[in-house]
């Protein structure tokens, strides 16, 4: 599916329509659908679905800023998904405007995720210095997680194993204030009822011109 004005209504919250698994939005990040992009929505999806979490789709979103900021905030505000996997534009080329959408976007970010990604390319992967290259990125928008990841294979593959699946339920968790009672360490014991999701509207970006085909 291609993403246009928006994202077709999934509905319904976490712990009520899917037993407290995460609802997960996978998309990739460029100008139309390839055997490239297929390929790394495969890789995602098939992680995701190994792993128990819900898919609820997959989206191709326009490279541009303001398409990547106009997802989040559509999915976020209607409450479609739990959190986003963004594949693709996160370099710094002169066409990757990924992780500045995102940044620039969330309410919070999540320092960590980025150093986790290049810590974990250079140990793993044995990337070296190449790592301190490499850009990813997450945060919170609405409640809704949002990660960004490269589209590289062996990167994105490791990337969701690794990083994004271990701390997908615990972050879905932080970002709504909620803890199930299927967490191992119960619900939140006289926690307040946690603020339900308001519509939002990330910030307008500056529409580039470059027209430099994208690293990533």
């Known amino acids: 599916m291609d993403f246009g004005d928006g994202v077709p209504n999934i509905g319904g919250a976490m712990s009520a329509e899917t037993g407290g698994v995460p609802r997960v939005l996978v998309a990739t990040v460029a100008m139309g659908r390839s055997h490239l992009t297929e390929d790394a929505v ?38 479609q998904a739990d959190a986003i996997i963004l594949i693709g534009g996160t370099g710094f080329g002169p066409r990757d405007f990924t992780s500045e959408a995102v940044d620039a976007c969330v309410e919070r970010r999540i320092e960590g995720f980025g150093e986790a990604y290049r810590r974990l390319l250079a140990e793993d992967l044995r990337m070296g210095t190449s790592a301190l290259l490499a850009r990813a990125t997450a945060g919170v928008f609405n409640q809704c997680v949002v990660f960004a990841v490269p589209r590289k294979p062996a990167e994105l593959a ?40 308001t519509s939002r509207s990330p910030p307008t970006p500056s529409k580039p011109t470059s027209k430099i085909p994208s690293s990533e």
């Open 158 to 197: 490791r990337a969701v194993e690794r990083l994004i699946i271990p701390s997908l339920r615990e972050a879905v968790h932080q970002a709504s204030g909620r803890r199930t009672a299927a967490d191992p360490a119960g619900p939140l014991s006289g926690a307040p009822e946690p603020p339900s999701v």
């Open 42 to 79: 495969h890789i995602v999806t098939s992680a995701l679905s190994a792993a128990k979490v819900t898919v609820v789709r997959t989206v191709t979103v326009n490279r541009e800023a303001q398409f990547i900021q106009l997802l989040i905030s559509n999915v976020s505000n209607d409450n």
